[in-house]
């Protein structure tokens, strides 16, 4: 987030008939252990809470119309870390506090992935390959039907 959130968001050309933006945290970003987690309170662009408020806001103010699920994220190599679970915690919260919509990818079967390098779902033991970015859609098509009542589409 962090190296995205002035440059890369604020320059991005955000469609404006986008009707559902998601978006994903935390991986690069609770691996950075000099960047502060941040808390609610916090929209500074010093720490990844304040980072992704940013974000988001960047978007809604673009696109107001347009609805922003935020995803937390799936474990690093398979394995889960308190820093991790702090950043999806804090994520959870500030989603809730502006009653936005977040998906805890930690409840997707991709957790049950071989997260040694060369996983049967990833390349490189935490980035998807076609295999796992297949049971994540599938998985994300069902969590944003259920939460928006939008007909599953034939998943190939």
């Known amino acids: 987030i962090r190296d995205h959130c002035v440059t890369g968001v604020q320059t991005c ?4 008939y986008a009707n ?3 978006l994903s945290f935390a991986i690069n970003d609770a691996s950075d252990t000099s960047c502060p987690v941040g808390t609610l309170e916090d929209t500074t662009e ?9 974000c988001i806001k960047y978007i809604y103010d673009t696109v107001p119309t347009c609805q922003v699920v935020v995803c937390g994220s799936t474990p690093q190599n398979g394995m889960r870390s308190a820093r991790l ?7 959870k919260a500030m989603s809730e506090h502006y009653n936005i919509p977040f998906i805890d990818l930690s409840d997707c079967p991709i957790n049950g992935f071989n997260g040694k390098k060369g996983g049967a779902l990833t390349s490189d033991g935490t980035h998807f390959n076609d295999d796992g970015y297949k049971l994540l859609s599938q998985f994300m098509t069902g969590k ?5 009542g ?3 589409p034939f998943l190939i």
């Open 150 to 152: 939008y007909r599953q």
């Open 20 to 22: 559902l933006i998601t």
């Open 144 to 148: 944003l039907s259920a939460l928006f």
């Open 46 to 54: 010093d720490s990844i809470i304040g980072c992704a408020y940013n």
């Open 13 to 16: 050309a955000l469609p404006i």
């Open 85 to 91: 679970a702090e950043v999806n915690n804090q994520l």
